[in-house]
């Protein structure tokens, strides 16, 4: 990823390093994201840290980052790409603190990843029943890949793709 502008037309981005621990501590605290994501066991500060410098860094590769996403100077969520071992291509993944959802906000920074990133083939992967993301991602091009092209890790998971294009 070359070296964007960190900002969008409301949106500042910070890349993700261990001083955003109390965002991703919340985050993933979230009712939602345990919901749609899952228990991903971050029960303190520092579990949060050990995730930003343990899973979340190893998924980096040049082209694949994570972002701290802002709006002024409050921290709202993350939005960034990630590279599995599982997906030939990095995946879009973003997550917003309740008080940000509906707003809008989490498009905005996901078009400025994508708008940013200069991939040929992005993927996304979305819990079945999390309507809001899924359209999210099918308003902004992604479409669900057919059942066994890529096989996933994880239950009641749709895998979605989109080709480079109009973001």
């Known amino acids: 990823m070359a070296n964007p502008p960190l900002t969008s037309p409301r949106l500042r981005f910070e890349a993700l390093s261990r ?41 980096q590769r040049p082209y694949a980052t994570k972002y701290a996403v802002y709006d002024g100077d409050k921290p709202i969520g993350l939005c960034g790409l990630m590279q599995r071992d599982y997906l030939p291509a990095p995946d879009l993944g973003y997550s917003f603190l309740a008080e940000a959802r509906g707003r809008g906000l989490a498009r905005e920074a996901a078009r400025w990843v994508l708008y940013n990133c200069a991939l040929a083939t992005v993927y996304a992967m979305v819990n079945q029943h999390n309507q809001p993301s899924r359209a999210l991602l099918e308003d902004m091009g992604f479409a669900v890949t057919p059942v066994g092209k890529i096989q996933i890790p994880f239950i009641d998971t749709l895998l979605y793709v989109k080709k480079t294009g109009s973001v």
Do not use: C, K, S, W
């Open 19 to 59: 001083h955003h621990a109390p965002l991703v501590f919340a985050l993933f605290n979230d009712p939602a994201f345990i919901r749609y994501v899952g228990d991903r066991g971050i029960r303190t500060v520092e579990d949060a840290v050990a995730q930003i410098e343990g899973p979340l860094a190893r998924q």
